[in-house]
């Protein structure tokens, strides 16, 4: 089945020390958005490829790096996590926009990264 | 005000009855809808998308949208203990822009 796919589902990690969180699709789908969701708040967009074009949005720190190495991974990079960053890390993909309007901008999720700093 | 609000929570209906969920929108320009149900420590899954002004049925599932009134809604039908979740509203300006805006979300609980 199609479908995206997150690593690790659970992270641990020391504060201060550097994580990566991967994302894999076999959707085929040429953008993929990395959100932060902590508890009984709405998914955070951080950045998100249109295709190999990064766009971060305005209000991410600089501590979240992101790499999109071919159309099938990306990975989230968290150079010196703090206390602040422990959250669900959520990614998701979407088709270009401009194909079918009945399929435009319908992001599917992966199962997420639920991600503790000690 | 904020860009996607939804009605404030949680909310409760014994199984069987109607949930009704709704969301507002500020962006007179935002073309695609949707809604999205989270179980706690699940990611988000896409249950409805909605483009045109109406109302779209998927199973006990209907979404009903009103671009004149900035407004869209899920009813869930014969609720079920299974449908207790969080319910996010997201909307898409238009365009290349491919990015959502979520609303907080709103909890149901159904009774059994």
């Known amino acids: 089945d199609a479908m995206v796919i997150q690593n690790p589902r659970y992270q641990v990690t020391q504060f201060g020390k550097p994580v990566t969180l991967s994302c894999s699709q076999t959707l085929n789908h040429n953008v993929m958005y990395w959100y932060q969701q902590k508890s009984s708040q709405a998914p955070k967009l951080l950045f998100h490829y249109y295709d190999k074009d990064f766009n971060n949005e305005a209000d991410t720190p600089d501590n979240f790096q992101s790499r999109r190495p071919n159309t099938s991974f990306c990975f989230l990079d968290i150079r010196s996590p703090g206390l602040g960053d422990a959250a669900m890390y959520l990614c998701?993909?979407?088709?270009?926009?401009?194909?079918?309007?009945?399929?435009?901008?319908?992001?599917?999720f992966g199962p997420g990264t639920r991600l503790t700093v000690l | 005000q904020k860009e996607v609000e939804q009605n404030s929570g949680p909310l409760s209906v014994p199984e069987g009855a109607i949930a009704s969920l709704n969301c507002t929108y500020s962006d007179r320009v935002s073309q695609s809808f949707f809604w999205y149900r989270q179980y706690s420590g699940k990611s988000p899954e896409l249950i409805m998308s909605i483009y045109s002004n109406g109302d779209k049925e998927d199973g006990r599932f209907t979404a009903q949208l009103n671009k004149a009134s900035q407004y869209v809604s899920l009813l869930i039908r014969d609720s079920q203990p299974s449908d207790s979740a969080t319910y996010l509203c997201a909307v898409n300006r238009s365009g290349a822009n491919s990015k959502l805006t979520f609303g907080k979300g709103i909890t149901l609980s159904v009774r059994p």
């Open positions: 998701a993909t979407s088709r270009k926009p401009g194909l079918a309007l009945s399929s435009y901008n319908e992001q599917f």
